[in-house]
C-alpha cells in the first residue's frame, strides 16, 4: 500500500498557480540561508515546537470565534511554522516540501478509494471503517485486530483526549444508551471523591477526581457537545465576569495588603454577570432587527 497511487484520468487533478505559495517558500528560504535572518537561522525542529503547538491552538481559537479574517491570519502562521520545519528537514537531507505534499497526497488517495476508485461509503461511519481498515493494510497489520483505543498525540489536551478515547470504546458497543447512564456515572464518581477526601488518601483523591473529570466528559460526548470547547467557553465567560471584580477592588483597594471577603467579592461577581446577561440580551435584541424591513 505503500507504491503511488493510479492517477485515473477521471479524477486527475492539473497544477494550479500558486504564486504566493512560492513567494512564501522563497521568503522561508531566504530566512534560512547565509546572510539571512540570525534569529531564523538558530532554529530546530525542537526549539520550534512550541511555536507550532502555540500557532494551533491560536488558530483553532479563531476557528472558534468564527471571525475570517482571525482564521486567515493564524492559519497563515501555521503554514509559515510548516514551511519552516520543512525548510530545515530539506537542509538535513531529511525530506522537502515537495515531497511532505506528495505524501499527504498519495494517503489522501489510498484512503478515500470510494473517491478515487472503486470502493463504496455510504456514510461516514463507513469512511472511518476504511480508513482504519486501510491504516491497518499499510502497516502490514490487516490480520490483526487493532486496539481499540489508539494512539493519540501526547499534545492533546486531555479533556479532547477523553471524548476521543470515549468515542473510540463507544464503536465497540462500551456507551451507556442514553444521557442518564452518564449522568449516573457522574453522580457515582462524585461520591467516591468524596470518601477520598474524607479517607486524607491524596494518591485515591487523585484517582477519584480524574474518573470523575473523564466521566463528565463522557457527559458532553453524549449530548453532542466539544467538552473542550464548552471549557474554554465557561473560562471565558468568567473572565468577563470578573472584570467586574477587578473593577471594584480598583476603587476600594488602598493598599497591596487590603482583603475582602468572599461574601463582598462573590456579589461583585453577580454583578458581572448579571451584566453580562444584559449586553447579550441586547446584542440579541439588536441582531433581531437586523433585516427586519417593517410594513
Given at each position: 500500500m505503500n507504491s503511488r497511487s493510479p492517477d485515473p484520468s477521471e479524477w486527475q487533478i492539473e497544477p494550479a498557480p500558486m504564486n504566493e505559495?512560492?513567494?512564501?517558500?522563497?521568503?522561508?528560504?531566504?530566512l534560512r540561508s547565509p546572510g539571512g535572518c540570525p534569529w531564523d537561522?538558530?532554529?530546530t525542529p525542537e526549539t520550534?515546537?512550541?511555536?507550532?503547538?502555540?500557532?494551533?491552538?491560536?488558530?483553532?481559537?479563531?476557528i472558534s470565534g468564527a471571525d475570517p479574517?482571525?482564521?486567515?491570519?493564524?492559519?497563515?502562521?501555521?503554514?509559515?511554522?510548516?514551511?519552516?520545519?520543512?525548510?530545515?528537514?530539506?537542509?538535513?537531507?531529511?525530506?522537502?516540501?515537495?515531497?511532505?505534499?506528495?505524501?499527504?497526497?498519495?494517503?489522501?488517495?489510498?484512503?478515500?478509494?470510494?473517491?478515487?476508485g472503486d470502493g463504496e461509503a455510504k456514510d461516514p461511519d463507513a469512511v472511518r471503517r476504511n480508513w482504519d481498515r486501510i491504516k491497518q493494510q499499510e502497516k502490514g497489520e490487516e490480520d490483526r485486530r487493532p486496539a481499540t483505543i489508539r494512539p493519540l498525540p501526547a499534545s492533546l489536551p486531555a479533556l479532547s483526549r477523553a471524548d476521543r478515547v470515549g468515542k473510540m470504546v463507544a464503536e465497540v458497543g462500551f456507551d451507556w444508551p442514553d444521557i442518564d447512564g452518564a449522568l449516573g456515572k457522574v453522580e457515582e464518581e462524585l461520591a467516591e471523591l468524596k470518601e477520598a477526601i474524607d479517607s486524607g488518601d491524596r494518591e485515591a483523591i487523585g484517582h477519584e477526581l480524574g474518573d470523575l473529570l473523564f466521566a463528565a466528559s463522557s457527559v458532553s460526548r453524549k449530548l453532542d457537545f466539544d467538552g473542550e470547547q464548552a471549557l474554554i467557553d465557561a473560562l471565558e465567560r468568567f473572565r468577563q465576569r470578573f472584570k467586574e471584580v477587578d473593577a471594584q477592588l480598583d476603587q476600594r483597594r488602598s493598599g497591596p495588603e487590603q482583603k475582602f471577603d468572599l461574601e463582598q467579592l462573590e456579589e461583585w461577581?453577580?454583578?458581572?454577570?448579571?451584566?453580562?446577561?444584559?449586553?447579550?440580551?441586547?446584542?440579541?435584541?439588536?441582531?433581531?432587527k437586523v433585516g427586519f424591513d417593517g410594513d
Open positions: 505559495m512560492a513567494r512564501l517558500k522563497g521568503i522561508i528560504d531566504r537561522l538558530q532554529q520550534l515546537r512550541p511555536f507550532l503547538l502555540e500557532e494551533a491552538h491560536e488558530a483553532a481559537e479563531a479574517v482571525k482564521i486567515c491570519e493564524e492559519l497563515g502562521d501555521l503554514l509559515m511554522n510548516i514551511h519552516l520545519q520543512a525548510r530545515i528537514a530539506e537542509e538535513q537531507g531529511q525530506f522537502t516540501l515537495e515531497q511532505l505534499a506528495e505524501g499527504i497526497s498519495e494517503k489522501l488517495i489510498r484512503r478515500h478509494p470510494h473517491v478515487f461577581y453577580q454583578q458581572g454577570k448579571s451584566q453580562q446577561r444584559q449586553r447579550r440580551s441586547s446584542e440579541t435584541d439588536e441582531s433581531s
